[in-house]
């Protein structure tokens, strides 16, 4: 961590000190705990956004870092298996957490779900500012930041992610083709590479906000309800685009030629949550058999 960034709401984080600053500290405060390595790409784009938000949010959470190569014991009891993974701990327990690098719009998303900017901070000043970012606008933002920061090859596999939950699947893998290779086997590009046929679907088709407005207007819309599924899943929300082709399953099994079942299958393919993936698929069990 940056001296110079090292303030009362952030902190380093060790065996010793886990037990008081971060379990019962978050009894009070929330805690945001960011496992990280000296040597990790993402870390270091990830690392300053984070320090940035938890000096905006004035102590509305405090931010520990884990360098898990000095800690080895405390990243493996949080079953750490890929860095940067962030874990939000509130009320002595682990209510929520991301891995891989996000970008400022959706990590203000992740922040406002849980967590209260205290009166007198930026947030607070500028409530608009925590407005998430359209993948459109997270793909402008990119591009400038990738050409004033060259140096920083983990902006391109941002921008390839920022691309895919646009539906602009030739742009971003082409981006994934033209990683360096210590990126191109990050857990996010591996991830993102298995993804590539559900981001076809979604070229030409209408953004998120429409398709919403398409299952309101009618529930039996099912081509609104698979592609919300897909730009769910491909957004950072698995469960909720789960949800949609379990509907789909249980009240229109035939449409598309079996279409629904087909979309959860490629979707367990991508997904490296073996919890929610096997949860899922005995749902999909009880409804087929």
């Known amino acids: 961590m940056n001296a110079a960034v090292t303030t009362q709401h952030i902190f380093d984080v060790d065996q010793e000190n886990f037990e008081a600053d971060v379990l019962q500290a978050s009894l009070s405060t929330p805690v945001l705990v960011d496992f990280w390595a000296t040597w990790c790409g993402p870390c270091k784009s990830l690392g300053p956004l984070l320090e940035k938000l938890a000096n905006e949010f004035n102590g509305g959470f405090r931010l520990g870092k884990v360098d898990v190569d000095k800690n ?18 509130k009320d002595g327990q682990i209510v929520d957490g991301f891995a891989g690098a996000l970008p400022e719009g959706q990590l203000r998303e992740f922040l406002a779900r849980h967590v209260q900017a205290l009166e007198g901070s930026a947030n ?10 359209s993948p459109e606008q997270t793909i402008n933002r990119l591009q400038q930041e990738i050409a004033t920061q060259p140096e920083q090859p983990e902006l391109k596999l941002d921008l390839a992610i920022a691309l895919a939950q646009a ?39 209408p953004a998120l906000d429409v398709l919403q407005q398409r299952v309101q207007a009618n529930p039996q819309d099912w081509e609104a309800h698979d592609l919300l599924g897909v730009r769910l899943l491909l957004g950072n929300e698995p469960e909720a685009g789960l949800e949609h082709w379990l509907l789909m399953l249980e009240k229109a099994r035939d449409w598309n030629d079996g279409h629904a079942k087909k979309r959860l299958l490629a979707a367990f393919n991508t997904l490296d949550d073996a919890e929610l993936v096997g949860r899922y698929r005995r749902r999909m069990a009880s409804l087929l058999f």
Do not use: C, W, Y
């Open 167 to 205: 539906g602009h699947a030739s742009a971003a893998e082409a981006e994934l083709n033209a990683l360096p290779a210590n990126l191109a086997t990050d857990t996010r590009a591996v991830r993102l590479r298995s993804q590539l046929d559900l981001v076809r679907a979604l070229e030409g088709k």
């Open 72 to 89: 080895q014991e405390l990243a493996g009891m949080f079953g750490i298996r890929s860095i940067p993974t962030v874990m939000l701990v």
């Open 124 to 133: 607070d000043a500028a409530p608009e500012a925590a407005a998430p970012e």
